[in-house]
Each structure stands twice: as C-alpha cells, then as structure tokens.
C-alpha cells in the first residue's frame, strides 16, 4: 500500500536537492542569496518567474543555463509526482485513501522539518559549494549589479577555446573597439592583463572580461 507513496517522497527529496543546488549555483555567481532562492525555486515549479530579478538571470548566460535546467527537470519532476499520486490513489478503497493520505501528510511534514534544518541545510550547501565552486563558471560576479549599467550594456566574462573566432587574433584585429566593446582585462591562468592593447591575442583559455552592449557580447561569447 506505501510503495506507490514511497516514491511521491523520493521525488520531492530530490527535487529539494535540486531547487538547492540552483540556489547556491546562482549565488556563486554573484546573485543574493534570497534572490537566488526565490529564482531557483520558481524555475523548477514554472511559477513566478516574471520579476525584475529575473532580468539578472536573462542577461548573464551561466544563470540562463541553470534556469533553464531548472525549468526541464522541474517539468519532469511535476510530471512524476502527478503520475504518482494517480496509480497510488486510483487503488483501494476510501479507507486505504484516507490511510495513504495519513502517510503522505506525516511524511511531507518530516521533509517539511528535514529540509528547514538550518545545520542539515547548513552542511549540504556547504557540500554544493565546494563541488560548484572547482567549475570556472562559477567564480564570476555579476558587475553590471554593481555597476548599475546601462539597460543594453554590460560587463560580461568570455571564455576563450579554439572554436570561437576571436580564438588566436589579435584585438585590434578583431575591430572590437567599433563594435561597441572594450576588453578590460585577460586572465591567462595565474597572470592577468590589465587593459590589454589592440596587439594582445586573445588565446583558447583565456578568460576575458570585457563591457559593451550586450547583445554583442552575446554573439561574440
């Protein structure tokens, strides 16, 4: 009678390490941690996502990616748990329900408790912390937050590789001062390059900072 429940429970487990792990995803890079919450959690339910916080997530393409996560794998999830609750209530009769609906009731409850643990929450975000924080993704903050940039401009981080076609060129080659951008800095492994000039290359590995209107950046990155 409980093996149909057990997975309703197993699901929602899940999906609260999921709804975590987007949480401190965007606040590695750069996002309030409430904002970052709040984000998070409307991605993987599919609601109230139309905030202004949510331009910080549209602008800024490792935040579009995780959100984007979020929204497939809350779908899925959404989709599991009304699958669930279907097979498991569609047998027995009202008293089995109404003992199945007892169990879901405590058990949702002891999540409830489980998950507003502030030492279990404590230690798990501290665990997706150090995972996230080895991917290079994550050690980038948002500057046009601090900034209070224009609307159409920004300060984005491009990662070079081979396949990119500034990969190898110089940048003054490149003309990026009349597309509208600015390198401000390349960081190649441990050395950095403040304010490179038009001969510096911009090499696959490099990690280069650089402001103008986003949608250039965009297509560039």
Known sequence: MTFLVLPLFIIIGVSYIIVRIGTVALTLTGMDEEKARFQALSAFTGT????????????????RKIVMTLMVLGNAGL??????????????????????????????????????????????????????????????????????????????????NEKMHIANKRIGELNLREKGVLVLIIERGRKVIPVPGPNNKLKPGDRAICFGKLDTLQKIS
């Open 48 to 63: 109230g996502f139309t905030t202004e916080e949510a331009e910080a997530v549209v602008k800024h393409p490792v935040r």
């Open 79 to 160: 989709a599991s748990v009304i699958a669930t609750l279907i097979l498991s209530f569609a047998r027995g009769g009202l008293l089995q329900a109404g003992i199945k609906i007892s169990i879901l009731g405590t058990g949702l409850y002891l999540l409830y408790r489980i998950a507003s643990h502030k030492g279990l929450t404590r230690k798990l975000t501290s665990k997706i912390e150090d995972k996230l924080s080895r991917n290079r993704y994550f050690s980038k903050p948002m500057w046009e937050e601090m900034l209070h940039l224009p609307e159409e401009y920004g300060i984005v981080d491009i990662w070079v």
